[in-house]
C-alpha cells in the first residue's frame, strides 16, 4: 500500500466534514491492516513472524466482521470506520480486498510478471480507491474503470519510489520478466548504483505508470468529474512525484524521493481550480 506520506491529506482536506471522516476512518483501517504484516512479517524465512504477522490479519478479518454486522469493535479504527459502513453502503467486498492483498506480503515477496504484480496492486490500491466512490458519491459506473486504473498507477509509482527500502526488507515488486528484459540481476539493483540497463529498467517502468494515469484520465466520467475532485488532486500529486523521481534519473536507492509540501499545496490548488471550473 501507499507509505505514511501528506499525500492523502492534501488530497482529501477539501472534501465536506462528513465525507472526510468517513475517508480518513477507510484510510486508517487498512493502514491498520497494512501495518499488521509490514511491522510484524520479518525476513523472509522467519516463520514465527510470518505466523505472528498471519495472525494479526486474522484479528482484522474479525474486526471487518464486527464492523459490517454492527458488533461491538476491538480496535478504534473498527470504532472509527463501523459508523460510516451503513452510511456510505461501503463495500465489505472491497475491504476483504485489501486484506487479501496485503496477506500477499505474506509469502509473494517476487512477482514473476506484470500480470501477477497487476494483481497485487488492483487489491492494495484500486480496492482502496473503489471504496472511496461510495463516499463521494460517484454515480457513473465507468467511475470504476477509473478508481481501478488510477489505483494501478499510484501503486506503481509507489513501487518506484520505495524500490531501495523494498529491498533492504527482502521485498521486489518489480516484475522478473521486466528485470530478464533489460539484464539486470536483483544483486545489481542491491548495488544501489543506477546502471545503463537499470535506467532502462526503470524508464521502462515509469512509462508503464504513465499509461496507467492516461487511462484514467481518459475514463474519468464528466458525470463524476467534480465529485471526484479529491482522486484528481491525489493523482495530480503522485504524477508530480513520478516526474520528479524520473528527473532525479531515479535516484530511488537512497533517501526516499519526496514532493516539498509548496509544491503539493501548488499541485492540489490547482487541480481543484481546474475541477472547479469544469475544465
Known amino acids: 500500500m501507499t507509505r505514511r506520506d501528506t499525500n492523502f491529506y492534501y488530497s482529501f482536506v477539501i472534501l465536506p466534514d462528513a465525507q472526510r471522516r468517513a475517508i480518513v476512518a477507510v484510510w486508517h483501517f487498512c493502514r491498520a491492516v497494512d501495518d499488521a504484516v509490514d511491522e510484524k512479517a520479518g525476513a523472509p524465512g522467519d516463520p514465527q513472524r510470518r505466523a505472528e504477522a498471519a495472525a494479526e490479519l486474522a484479528r482484522w478479518r474479525q474486526e471487518l466482521d464486527a464492523c459490517f454486522a454492527g458488533r461491538e469493535c476491538a480496535t478504534d479504527q473498527g470504532r472509527s470506520l463501523i459508523v460510516h459502513v451503513a452510511k456510505f453502503g461501503l463495500p465489505r467486498r472491497s475491504f476483504e480486498d485489501v486484506i487479501d ?20 496492486c488492483l487489491r492494495v490500491a484500486s480496492a482502496v480507491g473503489l471504496i472511496c466512490l461510495d ?144 475544465l
Do not use: H
Not at 492483498?101 to 497485487?120: E, P
Not at 516526474?243 to 487541480?271: C, H, M, N, Q
Open 135 to 278: 463516499i463521494f458519491g460517484a454515480r457513473d459506473e465507468g467511475s470504476r474503470q477509473y478508481a481501478i486504473d488510477l489505483g494501478i498507477a499510484l501503486q506503481l509509482t509507489n513501487i518506484l519510489r520505495d524500490l531501495g527500502r523494498d529491498l533492504a526488507g527482502g521485498r521486489l515488486y518489480l516484475p522478473l520478466e521486466d528485470l530478464a528484459r533489460f539484464g539486470v540481476t536483483e544483486d545489481d539493483l542491491r548495488a544501489g548504483v543506477v546502471t545503463a540497463p537499470i535506467r532502462a529498467l526503470l524508464d521502462f517502468e515509469s512509462r508503464r505508470a504513465r499509461e496507467f494515469y492516461s487511462r484514467a484520465a481518459a475514463e474519468l466520467p464528466k458525470a463524476d468529474a467534480r465529485r471526484l475532485v479529491a482522486a484528481r488532486i491525489m493523482s495530480a500529486i503522485y504524477f508530480d512525484l513520478l516526474e520528479r523521481i524520473e528527473r532525479s534519473d531515479y535516484g530511488v536507492f537512497g533517501e526516499t524521493i519526496r514532493s516539498p509540501r509548496w509544491r503539493k499545496l501548488l499541485v492540489a490548488g490547482r487541480t481543484w481550480c481546474v475541477a472547479k471550473a469544469g
Open 101 to 120: 492483498g496485503v496477506g500477499m506480503d505474506l509469502d509473494s515477496r517476487r512477482y514473476a510478471t506484470f500480470d501477477d504484480l497487476r494483481d497485487y
